[in-house]
């Protein structure tokens, strides 16, 4: 509901703040998630972490795609894409040793990711985002 009631009316050149508002959810609901032992309160960072979950999938590429003119998008895209699950896979192989550091604690894994993604979310202050070039050709 997050993604049709408020991205997909959003005014293309406010998607870094929605982005940093994904984030900052997801964030959020990833630290409570270390904090919270009730199955029924974590309904609502599992909420959190949804919109987070759907900024993130959605909003890099919209605010990608959305600075290119059209030439080479494709390639372009691909070249984004290959930045993307690059670090997810080292993440996914670093996991192994983070795990042991946190004493196997799921909880304790959240919580890393949490800040991981406030970190993120400061971040975005350095994209820069532009109008889409149009060639006059």
Not at 5 to 16: A, D, E, F, G, V
Not at 98 to 117: D, E, H, N, T, W
Request: hydrophobic residues 50%; aromatic residues 16%.
């Amino acid at each position: 509901m997050y993604g049709f009631l408020i991205l997909s009316h959003t005014n293309p050149y406010k998607r870094k703040n929605w982005y940093r508002f994904g984030l900052f959810s997801f964030a959020i609901g990833l630290i409570w998630v270390f904090f919270i032992h009730s199955q029924y309160l974590l309904i609502v960072p599992f909420c959190l972490i949804g919109i987070g979950f759907f900024t993130v999938h959605v909003e890099p590429f919209n605010i990608f795609t959305s600075s290119l003119n059209g030439s080479n998008e494709g390639s372009y895209i691909g070249i984004f894409n290959g930045t993307i699950c690059l670090p997810q896979i080292l993440a996914s192989v670093a996991s192994f040793i983070v795990f042991q550091l946190v004493g196997k604690s799921m909880p304790g894994m959240m919580l890393i990711a949490g800040i991981s993604m406030l970190i993120a979310t400061i971040a975005i202050r350095v994209i820069k985002q532009d109008r889409p070039q149009i060639d006059k050709a």
